[in-house]
């Protein structure tokens, strides 16, 4: 009876679940990225909205600082994707707030605005969270596509 109730709990963890990948390199991970609206990669990006992101991580040592890095590959081309003031990762945590102690759990809110004259392609988002020595406190990669809003 157990096991019945723990998978059918189990259920909504995977259709909201993670939909990342991990970076290159050895970074540290997050432990769940949920991106609103999507529950599978690839993840639509509809142009002229704004996309939400819910990333969990944990620290693993103290952080005074982070900032956020976002880089689009797309077609083989790599570019920074502009963030704006929501590059400022401290500003937008859900309950806590820098400095950060070693071993805390996080979560951040990563707002990404997706312009309406962004073309109509498939891409890779990296996004890393480095900290005031430039080193990453937690990195992803989400799969996506830009799309045009349904009518």
Do not use: H, W
């Not at 998978?7 to 991970?29: D, H, K, M, T």
């Not at 991106?35 to 969990?56: F, K």
Request: hydrophobic content about 40%.
């Amino acid at each position: 009876m157990f096991r019945v109730l723990f998978l059918i709990a189990l259920v909504p963890a995977f259709a909201y679940g993670n939909v990342s990948r991990a970076c290159s390199g050895g970074r540290p991970q997050p432990t769940n990225v949920v991106i609103e609206g999507c529950t599978a990669p690839p993840c639509n990006l509809v142009r002229g909205q704004d996309v939400i992101g819910l990333i969990d991580f944990t620290t693993d040592r103290a952080v005074t600082s982070m900032t956020t890095i976002a880089t689009a590959t797309a077609l083989g081309v790599v570019t920074n994707y502009p963030l704006g003031s929501n590059a400022i990762t401290c500003n937008f945590l859900q309950g806590s707030s820098c400095p950060l102690s070693a071993n805390e759990d996080v979560t951040y809110r990563l707002t990404m605005p997706i312009l309406s004259i962004y073309p109509l392609v498939s891409l890779s988002i990296e996004i890393d969270l480095i900290d005031q020595n430039n080193n990453s406190v937690s990195c992803f990669v989400v799969d996506a596509q830009v799309v045009t809003a349904n009518k």
